[in-house]
């Protein structure tokens, strides 16, 4: 219900702010800027859609040999522990807890690719748990919030962009980006447990956030002893070695399984194809909306009062 409104005032304030630009400035290039952002906008979100389509199929068809092969089922089981902590309202040994956990895991070797279209099926499977379909529920909140703090242990995308435009040190954004996104999960972990009434102060919750608080610092010391060359080297092969190492694991142990891992693999990928059909109506929306606002001159007035108040 609130995403409606917010989605009207795009569209009501966007034609609000174009007319008084008309009336009392004159400006006759605002009503097709506006209409313009809608068609460009529209074609920006097809594009976005398209270009996961790939990707969705390929990690959906890996994700559903994971699950027919057992692998998603051993996670859920070895985090139930934790997650049962963070997601009580879970079943315990849920798939979608295997899910979670891979797209954290994606998230935190700063693999977009692989990170979307495992979180996409995560919510999924969290919306068929849901009993309120129009309403978010306690674990899609956490999900959401651990999801967007985005704790990257390597930022390897991010390292390899700057690299590509000539940044002098692409590297020198490692530390800071792993300090932030620790500090940003480990609040949004606080937060939203206070918010939901999770019970932090257990034996299992202080062994895993303390050993993550470990983990971060062993990374800092360890590649703060290195140069950068050899840093870009060591995070970029470690990244693509774990990547290979989840997608070959998953075959073998579907493999073992004795199941059909081409047909599996296709099964998925389809389910990969539909997905990124069923979000365009979505991006559209959203972009659409956001492109009215900000080519009406709304969002520069909100931006530049925000400025204002600021200085």
């Excluded at 390929?58 to 070895?78: H, P």
């Excluded at 070797?109 to 969290?126: F, R, S, V």
């Excluded at 692409?170 to 530390?175: C, M, N, S």
């Excluded at 290195?226 to 995070?235: A, G, L, P």
């Amino acid at each position: 219900m609130v995403l409606n409104y917010i989605w009207m005032a795009f569209f009501v304030i966007a034609f609000a702010v174009a007319a008084v630009r008309l009336v009392f400035i004159g400006d006759l290039e605002v009503f097709p800027a506006m209409m313009d952002s809608t068609f460009a906008s529209s074609k920006t979100a097809f594009e976005i859609s398209l270009g996961l389509t790939g990707v969705l199929s390929l990690w959906l068809g890996i994700m559903k040999i994971g699950e027919r092969g057992g692998v998603v089922a051993a996670l859920a089981r070895i985090l139930s522990p934790v997650f049962v902590r963070l997601f009580p309202d879970i079943p315990k040994g849920h798939p979608v807890t295997g899910s979670i956990f891979m797209n954290i895991a994606a998230n935190m070797l700063n693999l977009d690719n692989a990170a979307t279209p495992l979180g996409l099926k995560a919510m999924e499977q969290l919306q068929e748990l849901n009993p309120k379909k129009d309403t978010a529920t306690n674990p899609m909140i956490m999900f959401l919030v651990l999801n967007t703090s985005g704790l990257t242990l390597i930022p390897v995308s991010i390292m390899v962009y700057r690299a590509q435009m000539d940044a002098a040190n692409p590297t020198d954004v490692f530390i800071p980006l792993l300090l932030a996104t620790f500090f940003s999960t480990l609040t949004g972990i606080v937060v939203t447990s206070l918010y939901q009434r999770i019970n932090l102060i257990n034996r299992t919750m202080i062994l895993a956030l303390g050993g993550m608080c470990a983990v971060v610092a062993a990374i800092v010391w360890g590649f703060g002893r290195m140069d950068k060359v050899m840093m870009d080297t060591v995070s970029v092969s470690v990244a693509n070695i774990l990547l290979m190492t989840v997608i070959t694991g998953f075959i073998i142990a579907g493999v073992r399984k004795r199941i059909n891992v081409y047909d599996t693999f296709i099964e998925g990928a389809k389910d990969g194809f539909s997905t990124a059909v069923r979000i365009i109506p979505y991006l559209v929306a959203m972009l659409v909306g956001v492109g009215v606002f900000r080519a009406s001159g709304a969002m520069d007035i909100i931006t530049g009062a925000v400025r204002m108040a600021v200085e």
